[in-house]
Structures are given as C-alpha cells and as structure tokens.
Nanobody, 123 residues
Framework: QVQLVESGGGLVQAGGSLRLSCAASGRIFSNYVVGWFRQAPGKEREFVAAISRQGSRTYYSDSVEGRFTISRDNAKNTVYLQLNSLKFEDTAVYYC????????????????WGQGTQVTVSS
C-alpha cells in the first residue's frame, strides 16, 4: 500500500499558475503509474493527467493539454502537476492516484488516492 498526500493548491487569478505536488510513502514509488483527477462542485470526477513509472509517457485530457504538465521525481517520491494559464473552469479539488498494476492505463482504474487539494481560480 502507498499513501499519497497532495499539496500546493490555493487561490490564483485567471491566467496564473500553480504547482501541485503528490508526495508518496509506504512503497517503492517508481513501481506506480500516477494520475491526477479533479472534481468541481456538482460535477463528476474527471481525469486530468497521468505519468508512467519512469516518466517516459504522459497523457492529458483535452481540456488541459498545452496548459498543464505532469512530471515526477522518483528520488523524492513525488509527482508534480504544473498548472499554467489557469481558467475559472479549472476550479476543483485535485486528487492524485497511484496504480500498481504495471499496465499503462492512464485514465484508470487506480488503486490508491490522496485526500485532495483545493484549487480556486478567481475571475
């Protein structure tokens, strides 16, 4: 089992940037595919981005591609999500999730989830 903790959320103006972090503990982090999801009030949880175990592959939803960047530093047991050119519509709780199946299935399912970090974009 792996424990995930998100951080880096906050209030930002439209057009601004944030960097979210997903810190992992409990298992060898490089064995996990990691994804980011978000959920806005009254909306279904939606996939945002995913990264393969060594970071060689990434996948983004159409709504964020070109604006968000996922990366990882396995030596630090951390996955990052850089959010640029933020829009009001990006406001949501952002969750990271880990998949230990060994398969590249960026949209899930995922085995472990963090508790989320709030991103609020003002406009």
């Amino acid at each position: 089992q792996v424990q995930l903790v998100e951080s880096g959320g906050g209030l930002v103006q439209a057009g601004g940037s944030l960097r979210l972090s997903c810190a992992a503990s409990g298992r060898i982090f490089s064995n996990y595919v990691v994804g980011w999801f978000r959920q806005a009030p009254g909306k279904e949880r939606e996939f945002v981005a995913a990264i393969s175990r060594q970071g060689s592959r990434t996948y983004y939803s159409d709504s964020v591609e070109g604006r968000f960047t996922i990366s990882r530093d396995n030596a630090k047991n951390t996955v990052y999500l850089q959010l640029n050119s933020l829009k009001f519509e990006d406001t949501a709780v952002y969750y990271c999730a880990a998949d230990n199946s060994g398969s590249w299935r960026p949209q899930g399912p995922y085995d472990y989830w963090g508790q989320g970090t709030q991103v609020t974009v003002s406009s």
